[in-house]
């Protein structure tokens, strides 16, 4: 292991002289790196599951010959887009396995990278307000107990004494029947986790190269032999397309097509409250969710838009019926007035599972397709699909998620457990 920089310790001073300077002196978490003419791999996307696939390449697999490519900025696809909710409450036991380890390396990420990634697991309700529903929450918490995830039914008392602010009077639309409880479910800083698996990544020797775009995936004789970049030509034996819902267009020049469906999917934030709301609360029949942020903002999303498209605006009408929703829940938020609001692309699967796994091509991998509710993988996904690259042992973990399971109908159907419960 490379010697650790010494953390810059800051003092009331030194940070009122770094405002002085108009915060032109911060030391940079990682450096800028520029493209070298060949890497042992090559990552493309710099999102949540590139980097923590680099990183657990080198810290694990001892690879650090790697380079993390990123047309944009670090962030600036769905990984600092998304509402941050942690839980691995899912049904099949393909997706409860691969979640269960992502929870549990959540639990210690901060210490691991050496960096606050404010995960915070406060619990998280599932409000169920039809029988079907009730039905569908107890099989899943049935699955969990006896997958080892720790996840149970309450009754409606319960849920009032964790969501005070919850209208279910006798005049509501939809009966409570009930919620699924995940005590150790939660958020994270979306951000944090990025920067914390970036910064460890380059610490360790992976060069993390922004604003650089792969146009074209290369081969020689039916293997990878590198990438076409907007800043030139790259040679690697081996890539990892970890693209999101840039996908299907990177490898679709490799005859390669996949399942996967772009919609925007939007979210906004309040302006910052008291202390409200301790829970994370989902309601999949009307279609929203809310938490709390620690600066105070709500934050409340719901589900996709509509119809296909790679547009990040969003369309108004979703927002529209997501803050319905709310105050068909929160009445007394009607006053609460929202700050700011955005939109990512999220890549759908057929079954709502991702895509992981070699394709065919000597060298060539892909890591995509996480939908609506990749950031609670990050840690589970690149500790997996690292070891699938290096041939290691914990590649079981993302196995089952090949490409190959829509030829042979072996889906891993979380429709329901992934649509708005993200
Ligand atoms: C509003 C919203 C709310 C969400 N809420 C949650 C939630 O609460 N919990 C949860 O678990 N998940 C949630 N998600 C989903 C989650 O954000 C994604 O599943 C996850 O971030 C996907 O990570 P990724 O690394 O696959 O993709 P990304 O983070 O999008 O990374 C892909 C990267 O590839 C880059 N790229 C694309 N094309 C190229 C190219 N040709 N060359 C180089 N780089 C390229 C992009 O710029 C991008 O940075 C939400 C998403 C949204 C939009």
Redesign the pocket.
């Known amino acids: 292991m490379p010697p650790r920089r010494p953390t810059r310790r800051y003092t009331l001073t030194s940070l009122l002289k770094e405002a002085r300077r108009q915060h032109r002196g911060w030391e940079p978490a990682w450096p800028k790196a520029e493209p070298k003419a060949s890497y042992e791999i090559v990552i493309?996307?710099?999102?949540?599951?590139?980097l923590a696939t680099a990183y657990y390449l080198a810290k694990l697999h001892g690879i650090r010959n790697i380079a993390v490519?990123?047309?944009?900025w670090l962030g600036?696809?769905?990984?600092a887009?998304?509402?941050?909710?942690i839980r691995s409450d899912y049904l099949r036991p393909e997706s409860m396995a691969l979640y269960r380890l992502s929870h549990s390396l959540f639990e210690h990420l901060s210490t691991e990278l050496d960096f606050n990634v404010m995960y915070s697991p406060r619990g998280l309700v599932e409000l169920a307000y039809t029988r079907q529903h009730m039905e569908l929450l107890a099989r899943t918490a049935d699955a969990n107990t006896h997958y080892g995830i720790k996840s149970w039914m309450i009754p409606p008392d319960e849920v009032r004494k964790l969501l005070p602010l919850l209208d279910d009077g006798p005049h509501k639309r939809y009966p409570l029947f009930g919620a699924l409880w995940q005590p150790r479910g939660g958020i994270a800083r979306h951000d944090a986790v990025i920067w914390a698996y970036a910064r460890m990544a380059a610490q360790l020797g992976i060069d993390i190269i922004e604003n650089c775009?792969?146009e074209r995936i290369e081969t020689i004789g039916g293997r990878i032999s590198g990438v076409r970049t907007s800043r030139g030509t790259i040679s690697a034996g081996t890539v990892l397309v970890?693209?999101?819902a840039?996908t299907p267009a990177?490898l679709a020049s490799l005859g390669i097509n996949l399942p996967i469906e772009p919609v925007a999917?939007?979210?906004f934030v309040s302006e910052p409250l008291k202390p409200a709301l301790d829970v994370v609360a989902i309601a999949g029949e009307v279609e929203g969710y809310i938490s709390q942020s620690d600066k105070g903002e709500l934050v409340i999303?719901g589900a996709t838009d509509k119809a296909p498209g790679y547009s990040r605006r969003g369309a108004f009408a979703s927002i529209e019926d997501t803050a319905a929703s709310m105050l068909e829940l929160f009445p007394s938020l009607s006053r609460v007035r929202m700050m700011r609001h955005w939109?990512?692309t999220?890549d759908i699967t057929p079954d709502r599972s991702p895509i992981i796994g070699a394709l065919g091509l000597q060298g060539l991998f892909v890591n995509?397709g996480?939908?609506?509710?990749?950031?609670?993988?990050i840690p589970g996904s690149g500790y997996g699909t690292a070891s699938l690259i290096a041939g290691g042992k914990a590649a079981h973990v993302v196995a089952p998620f090949g490409l190959d399971r829509f030829r042979q109908g072996r889906l891993i159907d979380e429709s329901a457990a992934s649509a708005v419960a993200?």
């Open positions: 493309a996307g710099g999102g949540g599951h590139g490519v990123e047309k944009g600036g696809g769905n990984a887009r998304n509402t941050a909710i775009e792969i970890a693209t999101a840039d990177l999917l939007q979210a999303g939109a990512g999220v995509c996480w939908g609506t509710g990749g950031f609670k993988a993200h």
